[in-house]
């Protein structure tokens, strides 16, 4: 086992690990100058591709990742040459966690001109990510994203997620996402999420991780994804222009927020402010195409389910007097329902939202995952990257919870 260091050299441009793993990295504890714990530390136009990192222990000062802390601006790069690129990657192992303030599965803090992720697996029987040292935003790929160009395609995180203490934002994929600096055109192709997935956990979490959660009493109840204020299956909180297509979460989800504020949904926890501080002077637009969810949700308020949502917890601020205007299209889209009977929690503009819903609601015939049957003509060849359902031996069908990836 080994005890190293993070690679910082700003100077780096690729790193081609030629199908080759990393196994067992331990980094825990860094100094106050070294920032965090990852392979990298802060690189403003990075490329990593062909790359296997096994078993990891990462414990950061401020942030935490698989790949890279910060993959942010520095004084010698021009913003429009930033980016991040992460192709071919996986990160796993039974055992596996990342810990810090701010935590990503890939990259922690993310804040360049394009983002592109292919191909790129976080997983684990026991993974965890977060936990009690958080108080950032926290995600199955990366923590934070601002960035006005986005690309991610076929990747998936499977494993659990302790964002109890991450009060910006804690999501299956991404915990805040900002994509304001789109600017959007006729000959533009929006941000994107599109063939990924969240895969939930059969069981509760186990020792020795169950150990490291901390008052996060609910990722020990079969939930597997836990926020505090914000908290989705893909994204916890975003704003901007974002188009989300045939992705799916499974994965059940837990918000610790009382009252009225923040909140919790299959997809997307909020969306259309990205911080406590926004302004909300800008323009978001949503589409979600050929998506669901079929995970639980829950709330430490039962008595208030605005804001709570199988498909998208909120839409919009939960201020007045903004010039915020937010446009959602939700088309060809499926939820499982469990105790609430609703796919959006609460909308800034109800009328700025349209939706193609119940003819594609999943039908169950009780609430228990076990016992439940979700096969449904009109989700019939579409094209996922994984299979939606299975058969059980009476020749019935239940949804896939997960554990695709060992």
Not at 55 to 77: P, R
Request: with cysteine; proline share 2%; hydrophobic share 30%.
């Amino acid at each position: 086992m080994w005890e190293v260091l993070v690679i910082n050299n700003t100077e780096l441009y690729s790193y081609n690990g030629k199908g080759n793993t990393i196994s067992k990295l331990k980094i825990i504890g860094q100094q106050w100058g070294n920032h965090g714990s990852a392979l990298f530390l802060n690189n403003a136009h990075l490329t990593v591709k062909n790359l296997n990192i096994k078993d990891l222990d990462l414990l950061g000062n401020g942030t935490a990742a698989g790949i890279i802390t910060e993959s942010g601006t520095d004084w010698k790069t021009q913003w429009d040459d930033t980016h991040l690129v992460v192709e071919n990657v996986n990160i796993y192992g039974d055992n596996m966690r990342i810990r810090s303030s701010k935590v990503g599965g890939v990259a922690a803090d993310v804040n360049v001109h394009k983002v592109t992720m292919k191909n790129v697996h976080v997983y684990g029987k026991n993974a965890l990510l977060g936990g009690p040292t958080g108080n950032s935003a926290v995600g199955g790929l990366a923590g934070t994203v601002k960035t006005d160009e986005m690309e991610i395609t076929n990747c998936s995180f499977s494993g659990y997620l302790s964002g109890k203490h991450f009060q910006h934002g804690a999501g299956g994929l991404i915990g805040e996402l900002d994509l304001s600096g789109y600017v959007n055109g006729p000959d533009k192709t929006w941000p994107s999420i599109e063939n990924c997935y969240v895969a939930g956990r059969n069981r509760s979490i186990e020792a020795p991780n169950a150990d490291l959660l901390g008052d996060d009493d609910q990722l020990r109840e079969l939930f597997n994804i836990s926020g505090y204020d914000t908290v989705g299956g893909l994204v916890g909180i975003g704003k901007g222009y974002l188009q989300i297509k045939n992705c799916f979460n499974t994965a059940n989800i837990f918000s610790y927020v009382r009252g009225y504020s923040g909140g919790a949904g299959g997809l997307i926890g909020k969306f259309g402010c990205a911080n406590y501080s926004d302004s909300y002077d800008w323009v978001s637009q949503l589409r979600i195409d050929t998506c669901y969810s079929v995970g639980k949700l829950g709330k430490a308020d039962k008595e208030a389910n605005l804001g709570l949502g199988y498909l998208i917890g909120r839409l919009g601020s939960t201020g007045y007097g903004t010039d915020q205007t937010i446009q959602a299209d939700i088309t060809n889209c499926a939820y499982q329902p469990w105790d609430i009977q609703i796919s959006i929690g609460s909308a800034w503009d109800p009328a700025g939202v349209t939706a193609s819903l119940n003819q594609f609601r999943l039908r169950a015939t009780d609430t228990q995952n076990d016992n439940t049957i979700t096969y449904d003509e009109n989700l019939k060849n579409q094209k996922y990257p994984y299979k939606i359902w299975t058969k059980k031996p009476d020749n019935q069908t239940e949804p896939y919870r997960g554990d695709w990836l060992n």
